[in-house]
C-alpha cells in the first residue's frame, strides 16, 4: 500500500516558469488538500478538494491552481514560479472531515526552489 | 475557526513523560482534537483525535477537560527517537479545513 504519493520530490525553476506538482493516493480517500511549508514554520493550507470535481481555496491559494478530475490525484499547479513560493509542498488525504478518527496521511513532499 | 496556542519549544530527557498543552479557547461543538508529529524532511504524522475527556492508544495519551478550551498531549517515557515538532488541530470539520499552527518543537535530550 503505497499511501500519498509526491512527485518529484525536489525542483528547481527558474522565475516565471511553471509546473504541476503531483499527488496521488491508493487509499479512496474523499478529501485531498495541499499544504506549503515554509523553513521554521507551520503548515499553511493552500488547496484542498471534498471529492473528486469539487476544489476549494486554503489560506494561501494565489499563484496556485488545482483540479480533482479523479479520486485518486490532486495535482497542484504553478501558474508563474516567483521567488516567495521557495517552500516545501505537502499532500495530504483522509477519510471526509466531520466524523472522528479523520486520519490525515501526508506525502513525503516536494522541495521547490525559485531562482 | 478555532485558533490554537502551543508552546514554541520544549526540553526534555530520555525517560521522562512529556505533557505539551494546547491553547483553543475558541473550539466549536463540532470540532475534534488532532495531534500531529513531524520529523525534519518528513510530513506530519498522525498521533491521537479525542473529543473530550481522555483517549489512549499505544503512543500518547490526550487528555481534554470539560470545558474542551485546552488539550493536552502525553508521551510516556519520550526517546531520542521522540525529537520532533507536535501539532495541535482543532479541525474546523464544518468546513472541511484542517489548519496546523506553528507546533511545538520538543527536543530529548540523553
Known amino acids: 500500500n503505497a499511501g500519498v504519493t509526491q512527485t518529484p520530490k525536489f525542483q528547481v525553476l527558474k522565475t516565471g516558469q511553471s509546473m504541476t506538482l503531483q499527488c496521488a493516493q491508493d487509499?479512496?480517500?474523499?478529501?485531498m488538500s495541499w499544504y506549503r511549508q515554509d523553513p521554521g514554520m507551520g503548515l499553511r493550507l493552500i488547496h484542498y478538494s471534498v471529492g473528486a470535481g469539487i476544489t476549494d481555496q486554503g489560506e494561501v491559494p494565489n499563484g496556485y491552481n488545482v483540479s480533482r478530475s479523479t479520486t485518486e490525484d490532486f495535482p497542484l499547479r504553478l501558474l508563474s514560479a516567483a521567488p516567495s513560493q521557495t517552500s516545501v509542498y505537502f499532500c495530504a488525504s483522509s477519510t471526509l472531515p466531520g466524523t472522528s478518527n479523520t486520519e490525515a496521511f501526508f506525502g513525503q513532499g516536494t522541495r521547490l526552489t525559485v531562482v | 475557526l478555532a485558533k490554537t496556542t502551543q508552546p514554541i519549544s520544549m526540553d526534555s530527557y530520555e525517560g521522562q513523560e512529556v505533557n505539551i498543552t494546547c491553547s483553543h479557547n475558541n473550539i466549536a461543538t463540532n470540532d475534534y482534537i488532532t495531534w500531529y508529529q513531524q520529523f525534519p524532511s518528513q510530513g506530519p504524522r498522525f498521533i491521537i483525535q479525542g473529543y473530550k475527556t481522555k483517549v489512549t492508544n499505544e503512543v500518547a495519551s490526550l487528555f481534554i477537560p470539560a470545558d474542551r478550551k485546552s488539550s493536552t498531549l502525553s508521551l510516556p517515557r519520550v526517546s531520542l527517537s521522540d525529537t520532533a515538532v507536535y501539532y495541535c488541530l482543532v479541525g474546523d470539520y464544518n468546513f472541511n479545513k484542517f489548519y496546523f499552527g506553528s507546533g511545538t518543537k520538543l527536543n530529548v535530550k540523553p
Open positions: 487509499m479512496n480517500h474523499e478529501y
